[in-house]
């Protein structure tokens, strides 16, 4: 048996289907790209309409969409962008009502932190989860994932994002900026911007763009920033891990797929005897095979909604969701995927 899930948080739409022991049968995912500029909420939910009937006729055209081999349909509830949350929630119900499946709401956050923690066999890893709009250290206690720290204006993704665009590029802004970076070495002095367990990348995004505007090389204004901005991750990270104690630490959301910030990670770490471990690119990224895997461990311990009680929450918090299964699970794998 499999579970159905269903992203739509921002720029993806996407549909994966996972079994119990963690194996991504199927994932197929066609990704919002404006002409210009940032995301434009209702374009890309226009974008995810349009694109949902293909993607679907695509896994049937290779096998992979069995109704009566899956258990349930998940679907991203929030946090994210609320006219790309409703097409992915109605897409979501409309399956759940066809095919008679319990729906299963999720949250987009939480469903990076299992699958990283699933794929990395880790048991209580503390995560650094560093995506377009969310950027947080976090560790489960008391029933929830906790955040000890976060951002304190814009994610650092989204930060990336607009960057580029600043610099020519276009969204999305994080692969161009490591890429830019690599033709550079010179390390700018730019704003580093950490409170506590807490970051900022406001006044580093002013100064890269004032930066740019004054004819610093591409290649080394992105150097600068990537070196700037994930050094401020990784305080924060270790920091979390002296307060803890924690001997484990997984990276999640679409900035966790950039090479150089792994290797930070994997530097700052490995003196401690910490183990780090971080998704293939194609697993930090938004995608439904994470939707999928979280969905199934929730409908094991008793977790769906009916459709007509099946909000989509854009500003859920991490924070906010009761993560059942870490509590006293009625069901976990038994072992991580091989």
């Known amino acids: 048996m499999a579970i159905l899930g269903i992203e739509t948080t921002a720029h993806t739409a996407s549909i994966g289907i996972v079994d119990e022991q963690a194996r991504v049968l199927a994932l197929v995912s066609d990704v919002y790209k404006p002409a210009a500029g940032g995301i434009h909420p209702r374009e890309a939910a226009n974008h995810h309409a349009e694109a949902f009937p293909a993607l679907l006729e695509r896994l049937a055209q290779e096998g992979k969409l069995h109704p009566s081999e899956i258990e349930g349909i998940a679907f991203s509830q929030g946090p994210g962008l609320g006219p790309c949350l409703r097409t992915g929630a109605t897409v979501a119900r409309v399956l759940s009502l066809a095919w008679k499946k319990p729906l299963i709401p999720v949250n987009h956050c939480v469903a990076h932190i299992e ?82 367990m807490d970051v900022s990348f406001s006044g580093l995004l002013t100064a890269a763009v004032a930066a740019h505007n004054s004819g610093v090389p591409r290649g080394d204004l992105a150097h600068s920033v990537q070196m700037t901005a994930f050094s401020m991750l990784c305080e924060v990270l270790e920091r979390g891990l002296a307060h803890l104690g924690k001997s484990e630490v997984v990276l999640g959301g679409g900035v966790a797929a950039n090479k150089v910030l ?77």
């Open 115 to 196: 699958i990283a923690r699933i794929l990395s066999g880790m048991e209580d890893p503390i995560l650094l989860y560093a995506s377009g709009g969310n950027t947080q250290v976090v560790a489960f206690a008391h029933g929830r994932y906790r955040v000890l720290g976060e951002t304190l204006d814009i994610g650092v993704g989204n930060f990336l994002d607009k960057l580029a665009i600043e610099m020519g590029g276009t969204f999305p802004g994080g692969p161009l900026i490591e890429k830019w970076a690599l033709e550079g070495s010179r390390l700018l002095d730019l704003p580093y911007s950490v409170h506590g």
């Open 262 to 338: 792994r290797a930070m990670v994997e530097k700052m770490v490995a003196p401690r005897g910490v183990r780090a471990f971080a998704p293939p690119p194609s697993l930090c990224t938004d995608n439904g095979a994470m939707i999928a895997w979280t969905g199934l461990l929730a409908l094991r311990n008793g977790i769906t909604a009916e459709v007509e009680q099946s909000p989509v929450l854009p500003k859920e918090r991490t924070d906010q969701v009761e993560v059942r299964w870490r509590l006293s699970p009625r069901w976990a794998p038994q072992k991580p995927i091989p």
